[in-house]
T-cell receptor, first 109, second 116 residues
Framework: QQPVQSPQAVILREGEDAVINCSSS?????VHWYRQKHGEAPVFLMI?????EQKGHEKISASFNEKKQQSSLYLTASQLSYSGTYFC??????????FGKGTRLHILP | GAVVSQHPSWVICKSGTSVKIECRSLDFQATTMFWYRQFPKQSLMLMATSNEGSKATYEQGVEKDKFLINHASLTLSTLTVTSAHPEDSSFYIC????????????FGPGTRLTVL
């Protein structure tokens, strides 16, 4: 079942923070986050595994609440290069990754 | 590491012709590759899972005779859109798993197909 992402779209000014949420109705084995710029393929950001964890690199981090079957992606002090569509992909044990509909993020200078 | 290439990047063809798209893992061996299609401003829709040396597994609603997938080696999978029609126009993206156990998929740059 397709995970639900929220918000659908968000516009920020450079330097502001954003949170993108991803929730599933199924028990999750892992959550994958990707960013896709217009006309390009998705680029892997990070994976969070069962057991509940947080990860991050530079100003992009994420958390995974296994009990709530939710993950959140945190973008702090956003930069223009962060613009794009963010997809979460959820994986249940023995299944394939299913991607959400995406959250479009637009950063204004 | 974990670089995936696709060829061609863009293709325009006439209705009724067949188009082959190649997906290669450049610096790792991929036992499993995935083929997606994506319509403008929409999510990635999995078409099929391609396993080296065996038949591809197609998702429900995807015609296997229309979209032929061959995974001839650990670094190459091909998708052939047979007798293409305008409704087949889309962005086709492949991905490959590195097989490290984390199920992370690395995507190719995509192929934009336009059928006239």
């Amino acid at each position: 079942q397709q995970p639900v992402q929220s918000p659908q779209a968000v516009i920020l000014r450079e330097g502001e923070d954003a949170v993108i949420n991803c929730s599933s109705s199924k028990a999750l084995y892992s959550v994958h986050w990707y960013r896709q710029k217009h006309g390009e393929a998705p680029v892997f950001l990070m994976i969070l595994l069962k057991g509940g964890e947080q990860k991050g690199h530079e100003k992009i981090s994420a958390s995974f609440n296994e009990k709530k079957q939710q993950s959140s992606l945190y973008l702090t002090a956003s930069q223009l290069s962060y613009s794009g569509t963010y997809f979460c992909g959820t994986l249940t044990k023995g299944d394939k990754i299913i991607f959400g509909k995406g959250t479009r993020l637009h950063i204004l200078p | 590491g974990a670089v995936v290439s696709q060829h061609p990047s863009w293709v325009i063809c006439k209705s009724g012709t067949s188009v082959k798209i190649e997906c290669r893992s450049l610096d790792f061996q991929a036992t499993t590759m995935f083929w997606y299609r994506q319509f403008p401003k929409q999510s990635l829709m999995l078409m099929a899972t391609s396993n080296e040396g065996s038949k591809a597994t197609y998702e429900q609603g995807v015609e296997k005779d229309k979209f032929l997938i061959n995974h001839a080696s650990l670094t190459l999978s091909t998708l052939t859109v047979t007798s293409a029609h305008p409704e087949d126009s889309s962005f086709y993206i492949c991905s490959a798993e590195t097989g490290t156990g984390a199920d992370t998929q690395y995507f190719g740059p995509g192929t934009r197909l336009t059928v006239l």
